[in-house]
């Protein structure tokens, strides 16, 4: 996701596959109707919209994240658009992940009682953590959590959010990586250029903080 000064109106078929040359196929499946401030097309596994704050690409059930067509896809869109005014940009991952319930147990745990875990784990200064609990007469039980960490320079961040799941042992997971642009339109190439090093050091906090397995 982009976040900008965007123009919807922009957002059509004939701009994605004329103006980029995306192959999307050739109609979407869902387009929106049309609206002054907002403009949203629907394809097989892809959709784009956009209003005048930002600009968002999802990829549904995308198989292998490092071999995703999104980043060759918001480089050329804004390539199109040089004077287009953008001032962050993030990527995000989201999944349903089923966990070992002593793992959870775990992890509950340590946001009770032991909180350092997740900064040590993840070899950080210093980390935000807001944490939501249900508490009843009987106990407290961790509902939601989100963990946020901020590079040294400043220009980028990361927030994991873990919610629980309808499934047993299942935990929502949104991983959210955004970069500051401060005007600097460049930086985006962090994104564009290293989606697969996002996705990389995802795994990494993952596999650090629920010491699990992903693919």
């Given at each position: ?31 929106s ?17 956009a ?37 962050k940009?993030?990527?995000n991952?989201?999944?349903d ?19 350092q ?36 320079s ?5 927030t ?15 991983f ?40």
């Amino acid at each position: 996701m982009v976040l900008g000064n965007f123009n919807p109106s922009i957002l059509t078929h004939g701009f994605l596959t004329t103006e980029c040359g995306f192959d999307v196929g050739d109609k979407p499946t869902k387009e929106s109707f049309p609206m002054p401030v907002v403009a949203s097309l629907d394809y097989d596994g892809i959709s784009f919209f956009a209003d005048l704050g930002r600009l968002q690409i999802t990829e549904k059930n995308c198989e292998n994240p490092k071999q995703s067509k999104l980043p060759d896809y918001l480089d050329i869109y804004l390539e199109k658009l040089p004077h287009t005014p953008i001032t962050k940009c993030g990527a995000n991952f989201n999944y349903d992940i089923e966990i070992q319930k002593k793992k959870l147990n775990d992890i509950e745990q340590r946001l009770l009682k032991d909180r350092q875990y997740f900064r040590k784990a993840l070899n950080a200064t210093e980390i935000g953590l807001e944490v939501t609990f249900n508490v009843s007469s009987e106990s407290e039980t961790v509902r939601n959590w989100t963990l946020r960490t901020i590079a040294q320079s400043g220009e980028s961040s990361t927030t994991i959010n873990v919610s629980t799941a309808e499934e047993p042992n299942t935990v929502k997971i949104n991983f959210n990586y955004e970069i500051n642009l401060d005007q600097k339109p460049g930086r985006i190439k962090k994104i564009t250029d290293d989606y697969a090093k996002i996705y990389e050091l995802f795994l990494f906090q993952f596999r650090k903080i629920f010491e699990e397995g992903i693919s």
